[in-house]
């Protein structure tokens, strides 16, 4: 605006100075009287004088115009410079606001990367470290499982435990007891009482065996009594045959004489005694009868307890088989976690490996991402300088081509 004001009062002095020039030559015109000669000369010359003024006055006023106009053109072409240089200006702002914003938000994506990559090494050092700290897990687990496992090899030999030493262990919360002291005393509960009805049931079968033999001593007296019995039992039924062959013979004498009257007090006397001799033989058969049912029922039950005896000891027999097996289930147990251990011991190793490779690549593709980003970020701050260097001098070069059209329309 004050070079607009400073062209516009050099445009209004050379208006002044041109119109101050006019008004001395029409002033300037000869008054004195001359001779008639001279004065047509003189009128010639004012004449002459007069045209050339007026077409001066004219070229002048021509000039004027074209002055004015070229002075409304320089306006207008002063007028659009300016608009293109506040536009260039306002580009330039812009540009320069892009190169902040970029800038910005290149350091904002370089702090999200430094800090994505340092979350990213965190988690990996995090990683690492859960790796070792398992890995140092897994040394102790193996360790203690070797000690265990050399433990249960050493006390699987012997399981069985006295009586103090059970009430010892047992005085022990279960957590705080090994494996093999665990079995021992869970054998121990399940064989202890085993063995009391092992022991009790010898001592049963011993007394029924003493029983048995004692029974079968009396059997054999009662077996013999019974004979004894039972042959004075034929030898009375004999001699009641005989007596009866007698009384039908005293019969026949008695039809033959006076037998009754002679023989009455000794037949009677004889009677009484056979019948008294009868009554004491049928109470004897009774009491062998009791007595023999009473032998059958002692047999039939000592018959039943001998079974149930052997019920029992092939019952011991089977639990002894059960226990056997459990002892072998229990050592192919043992041996199956040597096997695990062993396993364990190799996934241990390939997992050390495999840590060791993780480690290895993450070294390797953290160089290699970290040479990709900073090769990247040099090559994009390298094509934003160039941007930003190619505007601005296409920004100099504008202006400096404006002010040059300008001084040169000054001249």
Known sequence: ?????????????????????????????????????????????????????????HNIQ??????????????????????KIEEL??????????????????DNQLTFQQKDARKYQELMKQEMETILLRQKQLEETNLQLREKAGDIRRNLRDFELTEEQYLKLKGFPEDQLSIPEYVSIRFYELMDPLKKEICELQVKKNNLSEELTENR??????????????????????????????????????QQGDYRQENYDKVKSERDALEQEVIELRRKHELLEASHI???????????????????????QRDKEYLNRQNMELSVRCAHEEDRLERLQVQ???????????????????????????????????????????????????????YERENRKER
């Open 1 to 57: 605006m004050s070079r607009k004001i400073v062209k516009t009062s050099k445009t209004m002095n050379v208006s002044s100075s041109l119109e101050s020039e006019d008004i001395s030559l029409e002033t300037t015109v000869p008054t004195d009287d001359m001779s008639s000669s001279e004065e047509r000369d003189g009128k010639n010359k004012i004449t002459r004088q007069l045209i050339e003024r007026k077409e001066l006055l």
């Open 217 to 254: 001593g009396q059997l054999r007296h009662l077996t013999e009594t019974y004979e004894e019995d039972r042959r004075n039992y034929s030898e009375l039924q004999n001699r009641c045959q005989r007596l009866a062959l007698e009384l039908a013979d005293t019969k026949q004498l008695i």
């Open 294 to 316: 009473i032998q059958a029922k002692e047999r039939s039950e000592l018959s039943k307890e001998v079974a149930t005896l052997q019920q029992t000891v092939t019952l011991l």
């Open 62 to 83: 021509l000039l004027k115009i074209e002055l004015s106009q070229k002075n409304m053109m320089i306006d207008n072409l002063k007028v659009d410079y300016l608009t």
């Open 348 to 402: 241990l190793e390939e997992t050390k490996k495999a840590r060791e490779e993780m480690y290895e690549k993450y070294v390797s593709s953290r160089d290699h991402y970290k040479t990709e980003y900073e090769n990247k970020l040099h090559d994009e701050l390298e094509q934003i300088k160039l941007k930003t260097n190619q505007e601005i001098d296409q920004l100099r070069n504008a202006s400096r081509e404006m």
């Open 89 to 106: 200006e306002e580009k330039l702002n812009d540009a320069l606001h892009q190169k902040q914003v970029l800038t910005m938000r290149l």
